[in-house]
């Protein structure tokens, strides 16, 4: 999984990034904060695009690395794929714009 550095988008960091509870908490506050300003900016009536492109590019703005429209396999008891679920991914997070 490639993941983009804050200070430099060209440069990979290392995967694995590693978060207390703490930290996770406050990115999680930081990304809902971001959402809502960007909602309340755009109302509704947009595309689902429209919004997670909209978020990608205030997130990237605040410095959050993430990758967009990441593949997260879906699999059942067995382990048989089902198929994947894309959606924004940050180090800790999974952000569904449904």
Do not use: W
Not at 52 to 62: F, I, M, P, S, Y
Not at 78 to 94: N, Q
């Amino acid at each position: 999984m490639k993941k983009i550095s804050k200070a430099n988008p060209d440069q990979e960091i290392e995967k694995g990034v590693q978060m207390d509870d703490d930290e996770i908490l406050k990115l999680c506050d930081q990304i809902r904060k971001i959402s809502l300003a960007l909602h309340g900016y755009l109302r509704h009536g947009h595309l689902e695009k429209v919004y997670e492109n909209g978020l990608a590019h205030r997130l990237r703005k605040a410095g959050i690395v993430f990758e967009q429209q990441f593949p997260l396999k879906v699999c059942d008891e067995d382990g048989t794929t089902l198929g994947e679920y894309t959606r924004i991914f940050s180090s800790k997070t999974v952000l569904s714009l449904n």
